[in-house]
């Protein structure tokens, strides 16, 4: 019977590893969507208005308490289930323009507040999801002077294994 | 052991029952999706539908397949089973709503095939499934995306 039970055991182990999908810009390190991504990341980031901010400089800004409103632009489902960066807010955004409402903009202005001169992070998943990027472009066209854009995302803020709230 | 005999079987009739219930609901669900034949949950590999050929973008549930041409994206999970399916396209429908349609039309269809309202006001959810409605400043919908919520 304990054979049985290690045997299940080791089972359900190899079948939850197997089953374990990384996620990312690209998850089997291929340089050619990393290429195209960073094309498409380009364009989006010129003439857009908003800075650019790196994991270990927001983790920093993080350390020395900088005031700052963290949006999430994930669903709430994927924000549940990833998890967020610490003191974030949820403000979901479509994947793509075509996708996006009235009420999502109202969503995401909501989310920013109403002072339009403090710091305000975006991110979503990692480098090639545009959510953040059409959220932060949403917040510097409503005059939002501070707006940075986190590409990293959830996926970078795990991979150097930074706090996250669940 | 002495009632091992009677469970299994037992638990694996229960095991066959919940799968078919599924499979007829996802099944009853599709029979209410016309768009270009693709159906939620199906392991079809659609690179290319109609002439118009897909672009890839990853996403953290899996890919993400859009038809620009066509204003339609397929969304599949890391399993290469379609998770989610979002139409623009006025001559695509889902339980006989349309692109284009008011919003208020859609969701009494929406209500009236079943399912609740999940996220206030837009999305509306039936057994695993979500349906939320792209709706624009005059309250008309101009794209819908259903889901997965496996």
Redesign the interface.
Known sequence: MRIFYVFVVNAMLLVALVGC?S?????KGLEV?IEKAAFKFADDVKDSGYKLVGTEELKKWLDEGRKMTIIST?PA??DKA?GTLPSSVNGAMP??E??L???DKDNILKAAGSDKEKTIVIYC??V??RRSHIGAKILVENGFQNVYRYPGG??AWHEMSYPITK | MKYQKKIIPLLLLLLLTGCQNRRMQDDKMNDQINVFDIKLFSDVDYKEINGVVATE??????Y?R?FDKL?V?IGYG?NHKIRKI?T?NSTTSMFGIKPGMTYEEGKQRILQAGFGVDTP??TFRANKYSLTF????KKAIF?L?LES?D
Do not use: H, W
């Not at chain 1, 996620?23 to 998850?27: D, L, N």
């Open positions: 999908n996620s990312g810009t690209s998850p969507p994930l489902t994927d990833f994947k793509t075509k996708e409402t009235q009420a998943g990692f090639a999801c959830i996926t | 973008e990853p996403c953290l549930r899996g993400e859009s204003d994206i890391f979002m623009r006001p837009y792209l709706v624009n400043g794209g995306t919520l």
